[in-house]
């Protein structure tokens, strides 16, 4: 079953990581470039849920096509609710007069899967919805993501969820030009 959960707190941006009100530090050149302006944050996981890795699993030992059609679909689902969310926390902050970054996860940029424990544990997510994290730092369920959206006092001009990624100009909508 899809669920998601996001806490906010207030920030600091510093040119070694980006600090939060609870003492919780993100090192990361590209999360500090990407959170520049920001002295808010929302925190955001999200998952599918232990019956989607199941059904994977599952089919993978019956019908291999069904499997892989069934990862596509439950990879475009958790974009959805992660679009859904973003949405939401759009709409709060435009309530007290702010503007969002696009959402940044680790593994973009710098921001190295060894911060998937503090995301996890500033959202609450192994509490609220039931994200676990394995020693390599991949989430579990598979079908899980974690990120982080910046709060501004003024807009950032992007016209798709690239544009002010510091990672853009080597990516281009997850192609990599390389």
Partial sequence: MPKFTFKEYEIKVKADGVHFSNGTVLKSSSLVKHMEGCEKCAVIAATLGHETDSEIRRLQYTDMTQAVLKDEKASTLIEEIMDGAEKDIAERAKADG?????????????????????LLSLSNATAEIGINLTEDNLLIPLKSVTAIIGYRNSPVNFQDKCCGCPSAEKCKGGKSEE
């Fill in 98 to 118: 702010l503007f969002i970054t696009a959402r940044y996860s680790p593994g973009y940029g710098d921001f190295s899967l060894e911060n998937q424990g503090a």
